[in-house]
């Protein structure tokens, strides 16, 4: 006889929601997770709600307000004086935003009657796992009828940039600075690079993002990507293109990082250097091979549109499978996996995964680009609209940014969604509903939108689409 029904491998985003998605379908359910918070205590959550997403979104919320104190106050007719910013304060406050979330969910286990197993847990044949808790070692061994992976990934370390945790750091050196540096040096211009750049670039640091691809925001429409470089550019913030890594020197004083690019060699002399090169997945030492668990040439397990592994009762899920590294996805993967358990017959859309990157302004975006819409062959039509046409973007002060919807051009089906601008996080939510069930561009343009809005622009576009818009 088993001792569960289900046995989860990590408490992130992917992990506990699967958890107590599990508890509520009526099977009994446990969690082995390992890992702590900023501090060093056992924390539920994972590297989001502890290490990632959240703490970075409490330090941009910080820096943006910092920022929009120092420099679009005044058109608003507040005098605030010499603005400083705490960072101290700023750490506490963030460490208990985290505190909080990470508490919410040791709750949620007690209240779904969720067992939460400290330690690492290892997987065994007959779907068995191995739990290492303590400095004692101390070893429990459990079983269950069916098996979740979901222990997450960890950051790239490059070997020309070791970590030091202080000076050379991943993004959780990234969220701890107990300072501002003078001078920061980003590797690395995906999301974790550009937003944790932006916080301390906000707060004073000059900053300089080296990234390696031609283009800035590859994965973004171009359109929208080419409109946030210069406004970041505007702003302060240093972004070289095509800057490959030669090698990184540290000295008492400084870290010069030399870098190439179409036009030889450069140094860039810094304080502090982030390496934000990408994350792995953390399959290493989860017992993947001892048990014959399939994995792909880079560490990621293989699994089917199902999330099932190539070994029976064994499910993965989030990032140490297939797809984009983001929480909204592990969650709803985590979901679809347990009701899966349960006998029932969900669904997980890979195409409505909404993207967002929270700079200020935000860019958000769900479906595909112009370029790849291009690149397949397919015959789009595209309806823009800025924000600088917008009532409310200009009641706010903040007139940047613009709404780009692509549409078939022979169904006008939404193919993608695309949205630069202030709250972009929260208007491609609608774009996801409309996607979801596989509207046309003219269902969002005859949606009566409330005035006066952001989501206003939204409709716009749409009607930009038929060459209609009203307001520019």
């Given at each position: 006889?088993?001792?569960?029904?289900?046995i989860?491998?990590?408490?992130?985003?992917?992990?506990?929601?699967?958890?107590?998605?599990?508890?509520?379908?009526?099977?009994k359910?446990?969690?082995?997770?390992?890992?702590?918070?900023?501090?060093?205590?056992?924390s539920?959550?994972?590297?989001?709600?502890n290490?990632?997403?959240?703490?970075?979104?409490?330090l941009?919320?910080t820096?943006?307000?910092?920022?929009?104190?120092?420099?679009?106050?005044?058109?608003?007719?507040i005098r605030?004086?010499?603005?400083?910013?705490?960072?101290?304060?700023?750490?506490?406050?963030?460490?208990?935003?985290?505190?909080?979330?990470?508490?919410?969910?040791?709750?949620?286990?007690?209240?779904?009657?969720v067992?939460?197993i400290?330690?690492?847990g290892?997987?065994?044949?007959?779907?068995?796992?191995?739990?290492?808790?303590?400095?004692?070692d101390d070893?429990?061994i459990?079983?269950?009828?069916?098996?979740?992976?979901?222990?997450?990934?960890?950051?790239?370390?490059?070997?020309a940039a070791?970590?030091?945790?202080?000076r050379i750091?991943?993004?959780?050196?990234a969220?701890?600075?107990?300072?501002?540096?003078k001078?920061?040096?980003?590797?690395?211009?995906?999301?974790?690079g550009?937003?944790?750049?932006?916080?301390?670039s906000?707060?004073?640091a000059?900053?300089?993002?080296?990234?390696r691809?031609?283009?800035f925001?590859?994965?973004?429409?171009q359109?929208?990507?080419?409109?946030?470089?210069?406004?970041?550019?505007?702003?302060?913030l240093?972004?070289?293109?095509?800057?490959?890594?030669?090698?990184?020197?540290?000295?008492?004083?400084?870290?010069?990082v030399?870098?190439?690019?179409?036009?030889?060699e450069?140094?860039?002399?810094?304080?502090?250097?982030?390496?934000?090169?990408?994350?792995?997945?953390?399959?290493?030492d989860?017992?993947a091979?001892?048990?014959?668990?399939?994995?792909?040439?880079?560490?990621?397990?293989?699994?089917?549109?199902?999330?099932?592994?190539?070994?029976?009762?064994?499910?993965?899920?989030?990032?140490?499978?297939?797809?984009?590294?983001?929480?909204?996805?592990?969650?709803?993967?985590?979901?679809?996996?347990?009701?899966?358990?349960?006998?029932?017959?969900?669904?997980?859309?890979?195409?409505?995964?909404?993207?967002?990157?929270?700079t200020w302004?935000?860019?958000?975006?769900?479906?595909?680009?112009?370029?790849?819409l291009q690149?397949?062959?397919?015959?789009?039509?595209?309806?823009?609209?800025?924000?600088?046409?917008?009532?409310?973007?200009?009641?706010?002060?903040?007139t940047?940014?613009?709404?780009?919807?692509?549409?078939?051009?022979?169904?006008?089906?939404?193919?993608?969604?695309?949205?630069?601008?202030?709250?972009?996080?929260?208007l491609?939510?609608?774009?996801?509903?409309?996607?979801a069930?596989?509207?046309?561009?003219e269902?969002?343009?005859?949606t009566?939108?409330?005035?006066?809005?952001l989501?206003?622009?939204?409709?716009e576009?749409?009607?930009?689409?038929?060459?209609?818009?009203?307001?520019?």
């Amino acid at each position: 006889m088993t001792d569960y029904d289900v046995i989860v491998l990590g408490g992130g985003p992917g992990g506990y929601v699967a958890a107590i998605r599990c508890a509520q379908l009526g099977l009994k359910t446990a969690c082995i997770d390992d890992g702590v918070d900023g501090q060093g205590k056992s924390s539920l959550g994972g590297v989001c709600l502890n290490v990632g997403c959240i703490p970075s979104k409490a330090l941009l919320e910080t820096s943006h307000h910092f920022y929009h104190a120092r420099h679009d106050f005044p058109a608003h007719g507040i005098r605030t004086g010499d603005v400083q910013i705490d960072v101290a304060a700023m750490q506490r406050r963030k460490q208990q935003v985290v505190t909080s979330l990470t508490g919410g969910i040791a709750l949620l286990f007690a209240k779904h009657r969720v067992t939460h197993i400290k330690g690492h847990g290892c997987l065994l044949a007959g779907r068995r796992v191995r739990v290492v808790a303590g400095e004692a070692d101390d070893e429990q061994i459990f079983s269950a009828s069916n098996m979740i992976v979901a222990t997450g990934s960890s950051p790239v370390e490059l070997a020309a940039a070791p970590f030091d945790g202080e000076r050379i750091v991943d993004s959780t050196g990234a969220l701890a600075f107990t300072a501002v540096p003078k001078r920061l040096g980003v590797i690395g211009g995906g999301v974790i690079g550009l937003e944790l750049g932006s916080v301390w670039s906000r707060l004073g640091a000059k900053t300089t993002l080296l990234v390696r691809g031609e283009q800035f925001l590859a994965k973004a429409d171009q359109q929208l990507a080419r409109a946030v470089q210069q406004d970041l550019e505007d702003e302060g913030l240093g972004i070289c293109l095509g800057a490959k890594l030669v090698s990184v020197k540290k000295s008492a004083k400084q870290i010069t990082v030399t870098y190439a690019d179409g036009d030889g060699e450069h140094k860039l002399q810094v304080d502090k250097l982030l390496v934000a090169a990408g994350r792995r997945p953390n399959t290493g030492d989860i017992g993947a091979e001892d048990i014959g668990l399939k994995l792909d040439a880079r560490g990621f397990i293989d699994v089917d549109a199902d999330c099932r592994t190539n070994l029976p009762g064994i499910f993965a899920i989030g990032d140490v499978v297939r797809g984009p590294m983001l929480a909204h996805k592990a969650s709803e993967e985590g979901v679809a996996v347990a009701e899966r358990i349960a006998g029932q017959q969900p669904e997980v859309n890979d195409a409505t995964i909404p993207f967002v990157i929270y700079t200020w302004p935000e860019i958000a975006w769900v479906g595909r680009s112009s370029e790849q819409l291009q690149a397949e062959g397919i015959d789009f039509v595209s309806g823009v609209f800025p924000f600088l046409a917008n009532g409310r973007a200009h009641a706010s002060g903040d007139t940047r940014g613009m709404v780009k919807i692509l549409a078939d051009a022979r169904t006008d089906r939404i193919l993608g969604v695309h949205i630069y601008g202030a709250n972009a996080s929260e208007l491609i939510a609608e774009a996801v509903v409309a996607m979801a069930f596989a509207a046309s561009a003219e269902d969002l343009a005859r949606t009566i939108h409330a005035h006066p809005t952001l989501s206003e622009a939204i409709h716009e576009a749409a009607l930009a689409v038929d060459k209609r818009p009203i307001h520019i």
